[in-house]
């Protein structure tokens, strides 16, 4: 059974940094892509950021020049590493997990149960 075990959320004021971490368990193979999203109350549920195998990122605006994605060097580990947040921030995030083979016709997606950030002084 595959789990998805998200940690480092936490309360932090205005233009403090937090790190959140996800390991994914259970899994023989590579994830393709890993990410990150968030829901605020009363919003729907976005992206946040995202990062290939093979490194390539994606960001939300609303958070690009502050946040960064990295991949662990332990299979199916991923990083949000925020700097400078802001109380619109504040939201569950959720770790997200996909893996595609096309020629198997699969593609699996896992997410996390999310960590509360919450932004304020």
């Known amino acids: 059974q595959v789990q998805l075990v998200e940690s480092g959320g936490g309360l932090v004021q205005p233009g403090g940094s937090l790190r959140l971490s996800c390991a994914a368990s259970?899994?023989?193979?590579?994830?393709?892509?890993m990410g990150w999203y968030r829901q605020a109350p009363g919003k729907q549920r976005e992206l946040v950021a995202m990062?290939?195998?093979?490194?390539?990122?994606n960001f939300a605006d609303s958070v690009k020049g502050r946040f960064t994605i990295s991949r662990g060097d332990a299979k199916n580990t991923v990083y949000l590493q925020m700097n400078s947040l802001k109380p619109e921030d504040t939201a569950v995030y959720y770790c997200?997990?996909?893996?595609?083979?096309?020629?198997?016709?699969?593609?699996?997606?896992?997410w996390g149960q999310g960590t509360q950030v919450t932004v304020s002084s």
């Open positions: 997200n997990a996909v893996f595609v083979r096309t020629d198997w016709g699969r593609r699996d997606e896992y």
């Open positions: 259970g899994f023989l193979f590579s994830m393709n892509v």
């Open positions: 990062i290939t195998s093979g490194g390539s990122s």
